[in-house]
């Protein structure tokens, strides 16, 4: 239920990044705004890279994450951090300042943000920062991931960012962030507490399709970039090239098992490469091809809800992959690449679905394909988690409202 009248309407400015080519992060923006209108909130969503809609016809990402991953780490982070610093000032300011003059409070909200890859997140975060210390909005922080991945510098910018700020709330969005967070920023900072990513709130957002019956079970295998794991990866994966082999061994062993496979991607132009190249490699055998459904680009966070939710198990490195098919009760097996998916998986009870990007054997993969699709998803498990995920967002829905309350008894 709502938790204020609905006469009342505030506008709130959500930070995040809804327009990244890797739609797992409009997913869990446009479930949080959908939430937070049940509130009666207006919330609108501000990208922190200024962008103002998805890009989905760029190939440069994947050739800026190659060079930049060639580069000697200094020499790496010296060349980004000049970049965001122009893009911050010229853009990104600029743009933010003048969306503040529309709204009663800011959410810092969704994704691993409080991560330092290159001072991406730092430095973009303090910049924003700073103009709602100014603007003197209350400003909230909702289900972030936080990584302890930071630099000295990185450290310096996001303490700058939060102390001295009007801080209401704060919620991470797992035991792990929790733990650096207080340990990081306990001494400027309330300390976290933990809420769900709202990304599992998908199922309450958009129906699943009806879908014909099927001669085999579906397998959606969701095709993320060796490029991309390596950036953003926090663990040693094997080389690109031994990747791409073994998830063509996996496709070829999972039709011998008598699966249909869909092969997908979260939407970015560097995993669609990927998947192209792909089923280029197993274009030429039409016995596979026959059970092998190669799924155009998704558009839109919607088009990969339905398309995960068509799915009858699914495995996939993309956080957001393995959310949304837990949000809509659907088995999935995560394949393990960051800490992020980890606590993730182990939070919902489906730790024994982790397994090893690139190094686990194909046929124990297919085992727990068959274990994972028979055994399902704990239908109990997974209400009180979509509960806790509505509760998290009533929670700082509330804050939020006492925050203005108390702003609008001070006024003259």
């Not at 994450?65 to 965001?84: E, I, M, S």
């Not at 630099?151 to 797992?174: C, I, K, Y």
Request: aromatic share 6%.
């Amino acid at each position: 239920m709502p938790t204020t009248s609905p006469d009342i309407l505030r506008r709130l400015l959500l930070l995040n990044v809804k327009y990244s080519s890797n739609l797992g992060d409009a997913v869990l923006v446009e479930c949080l705004e959908h939430e937070l209108g049940r509130h009666c909130f207006s919330a609108s969503s501000f990208d922190l890279a200024g962008r103002s809609h998805n890009d989905t016809t760029s190939a440069k990402r994947k050739f800026i994450l190659d060079a930049l991953q060639r580069l000697p780490v200094v020499l790496r982070r010296t060349a980004t951090y000049l970049a965001l610093t122009y893009l911050v000032k010229s853009k990104i300011q600029p743009l933010f300042r003048r969306a503040l003059r529309n709204c009663d409070g800011v959410v810092l909200g969704g994704g691993n943000l409080l991560s330092d890859i290159d001072l991406n997140f730092p430095t973009k975060i303090e910049a924003v920062l700073r103009e709602a210390k100014r603007a003197k909005v209350p400003v909230a922080i909702f289900g972030v991931g936080v990584s302890d991945d930071w630099t000295p510098q990185g450290e310096r910018l996001f303490r700058a960012a939060f102390e001295g700020l009007n801080l209401v709330h704060v919620s991470v969005r797992d035991e792990r962030s929790k733990e650096i967070w207080d340990r990081r920023l306990g001494s400027i900072a309330p300390a976290a507490t933990v809420g769900r990513d709202p990304g599992l709130l998908a199922s309450a957002l958009w129906r699943s399709e009806a879908h014909a019956p099927r001669t085999a079970p579906v397998v959606g295998l969701s095709v993320m970039s060796p490029v991309a794991l390596k950036y953003h990866s926090d663990t040693d994966l094997p080389g690109n090239d031994v990747i791409r082999r073994w998830n063509v061994a996996l496709v070829y062993a999972l039709v011998d098992a008598g699966y249909h496979v869909n092969l997908f991607t979260n939407g970015s132009s560097e995993d669609d490469a990927c998947l192209r190249l792909l089923a280029l490699a197993i274009s030429g055998d039409s016995n596979i091809m026959a059970s092998v459904t190669v799924s155009e680009r998704p558009l839109t966070a919607e088009k990969l809800a339905q398309l995960i939710a068509s799915c009858d198990v699914v495995i996939a490195n993309r956080l957001h992959s393995n959310i949304v098919a837990y949000s809509f009760g659907i088995p999935s097996i995560g394949l393990s690449w960051n800490t992020k998916l980890n606590s993730f998986m182990t939070s919902v009870g489906r730790g024994e679905y982790l397994l090893d990007t690139g190094k686990a054997s194909i046929a124990h993969v297919v085992s727990m394909t068959a274990q994972a699709l028979n055994t399902g998803v704990d239908l109990d498990e997974r209400s009180r988690v979509l509960e806790d995920t509505k509760n998290s967002v009533t929670m700082l829905a509330g804050e939020l409202q006492r925050a203005l309350a108390m702003s609008a008894k001070e006024l003259p």
